[in-house]
């Protein structure tokens, strides 16, 4: 059974802080690029972060740079966002990606989705 299992949403005021975790079963983790995704009530889902295996590159979308990081531990299987500075605009349901980067085609993974809402 290939699955991501998102945790850790919740709600957080401005300014506050979440962390967000995506444990992964059932393929080999190492070698896919980890992504988070969010899609807002109304909106279309959007790349917030992503981390390839091996080097751990990096990237943010502009509008979450400075305040999210994106992690990943081989070791539990586990990529992880951090998220600081939280804003309203940041509410929505995060969902967890792994892609195959490599030339030969796999299917991408997608977990449920966890809820974040940032509300005073």
């Known amino acids: 059974q290939v699955q991501l299992v998102e945790s850790g949403g919740g709600l957080v005021q401005p300014g506050g802080s979440l962390r967000l975790s995506c444990a992964a079963s059932?393929?080999?983790?190492?070698?896919?690029?980890m992504s988070w995704y969010r899609q807002a009530r109304g909106k279309e889902r959007e790349l917030v972060a992503g981390?390839?295996?091996?080097?751990?590159?990096?990237n943010y979308a502009d509008s979450v740079k400075g305040r999210f990081t994106i992690s990943r531990d081989s070791a539990k299987n586990t990529v992880y966002l951090q998220m600081n500075s939280l804003k309203p605009e940041d509410t929505a349901v995060y969902y967890c990606?792994?892609?195959?980067?490599?030339?030969?085609?796999?299917?991408?993974?997608w977990g449920q989705g966890t809820q974040v809402t940032v509300s005073s």
């Open positions: 059932g393929f080999t983790f190492s070698s896919y690029t």
């Open positions: 981390i390839t295996p091996a080097s751990s590159s990096t």
């Open positions: 990606n792994a892609r195959w980067p490599w030339r030969t085609a796999k299917p991408d993974i």
